[in-house]
Each structure stands twice: as C-alpha cells, then as structure tokens.
Antibody, heavy 121, light 117 residues
Framework: QVQLVESGGGVVQPGRSLRLSCAASGFTFSFYTFHWVRQAPGKGLEWVAVISEDGDNLYYADSVVGRFTISRDNSKDTMYLQVKSLRPEDTAVYYC??????????????WGQGTLVTVSS | DIVLTQSPDSLAVSLGERATINCKSSQSVLHSSNNKNYLAWYQQKPGQPPKLLIYWASTRESGVPDRFSGSGSGTDFTLTITGLQAEDVGVYYCQQSYSTSPEHMYNFGQGTKLEIK
C-alpha cells in the first residue's frame, strides 16, 4: 500500500537549518510529482513547494522562496526539503503529499503523517 | 492569486443531520478546455493528516462514503455531508489547482471546523 513517511523534524534555533525527508513506498516513486504542505499549530494548511517527477521543475510559496529547497532522489524513493534561516513562524507540522497522476486534476491523493518543526530559542 | 474563502468558519450539526460547507473562489476555477472545476475537498480529523474526499468539485475519491458530496462550478462550491456521523468531526478544506502559475496553484481555504451538536 502507498506509504509516505516524513522525518527530520525537531526543535531548532532561529536562523538554523534542517533537512526534512519523505520516504515513499508501495508505488513507483519516480512517476509522481510531490509536494510539501505545512500546518502551524492550530492553523490551516499552507502549500510550501512542489517538485516534478524528474526533479527538474521546482516551485515555492512566496513565504519560503530563497530559504527552502525541495529535492528528490528517485534512486532512494525519497523527497527532501532543506529549510534554512528558520524563523519562529516556520514552526509547523510539515507534510509530504503525492499529486494524483492520472486525472490531471492536480489534487493530492496521499499524505504522510507529518514531521513537526519547532523554531525556538 | 486565487483566494479561497470558506464559510462558515465552524459549525455544529446534530448526528444524522446535514452539514453544508461553502467555498468561494476569488476567480473562476472552471477550465474552458475540459469543462472541469479544479477544486478539491479534504477532511482532516484531529491528530491526522488531511484526507482527499472530492476532486473536480464533485467526483468522490474511491472509498469515500457516499454521504459526502460536492457541488458547484466557477467560483462557488459546496461540500455536503448527509446523515452526519460522529466520525465526520474534523476540519474541512477546499483547495484550488487552477492557477496557471505553479507558485500559486495549490492554495487552500482557511478551513471549516465541523463539530457535533
């Protein structure tokens, strides 16, 4: 069955960096586009970034451009989010999500359980 | 940018009754090339990740109970839950995927919290 497992979250001081990972299984990872979506405590969902199947096309939300970098390693069935210059407002659960492939509707059909990033001194 | 505004922000409905959640888009998300509305609905139960319910505004995802239905077109959309069950408690989000610029293509509404009355 499809599984997405995030890791790499934790407590980090403002200005520091982290690398989040999303390990996939149960399907052909390289066939799909993937996203990162975050959710601050008690708040709604905020789309963060997207990466195409081959990793050539990357796009970011305005709130993270220049600080976050999305990447993937299709040989390891894993996607990453390098987060730099962290701010307290980056505190959130970070979810990876798979973009459905066959209908062309761009919705997210599977989500991981999320990894919590807390930015605090 | 397309802005999605959901209403109400929260609602309480009795078990077995109908719950109606609205999502209004600042621009049409109906694509003229295929007559599809690029609007999805997700359910997020407490402590869980979001789960896809509806895409194309009205197509139910496989495995989603038929008490969940989506309707609307253009800028105004509705998620209806008929015969509310206790397990339906959570927050519901709409999402658009219409914008031609990828950076602005996947935003969500602010969410609607559904509780049992």
């Amino acid at each position: 069955q499809v599984q997405l497992v995030e890791s790499g979250g934790g407590v980090v001081q403002p200005g520091r960096s982290l690398r989040l990972s999303c390990a996939a299984s149960g399907f052909t990872f390289s066939f799909y586009t993937f996203h990162w979506v975050r959710q601050a405590p008690g708040k709604g969902l905020e789309w963060v970034a997207v990466i195409s199947e081959d990793g050539d096309n990357l796009y970011y939300a305005d709130s993270v451009v220049g600080r976050f970098t999305i990447s993937r390693d299709n040989s390891k069935d894993t996607m990453y989010l390098q987060v730099k210059s962290l701010r307290p407002e980056d505190t959130a659960v970070y979810y990876c999500a798979r973009e459905e492939k066959y209908t062309g509707s761009y919705h997210f059909d599977y989500w991981g359980q999320g990894t919590l990033v807390t930015v605090s001194s | 940018d397309i802005v999605l505004t959901q209403s109400p922000d929260s609602l309480a409905v009795s078990l077995g009754e109908r719950a109606t959640i609205n999502c209004k888009s600042s621009q049409s998300v109906l694509h003229s090339s295929n007559n599809k509305n690029y609007l999805a609905w997700y359910q997020q139960k407490p402590g869980q990740p979001p789960k896809l319910l509806i895409y194309w505004a009205s197509t139910r995802e496989s495995g989603v109970p038929d008490r969940f239905s989506g309707s609307g077109s253009g800028t105004d959309f509705t998620l209806t839950i008929t015969g509310l069950q206790a397990e339906d408690v959570g927050v519901y989000y709409c999402q658009q995927s219409y914008s031609t610029s990828p950076e602005h293509m996947y935003n969500f509404g602010q969410g609607t919290k559904l509780e049992i009355k």
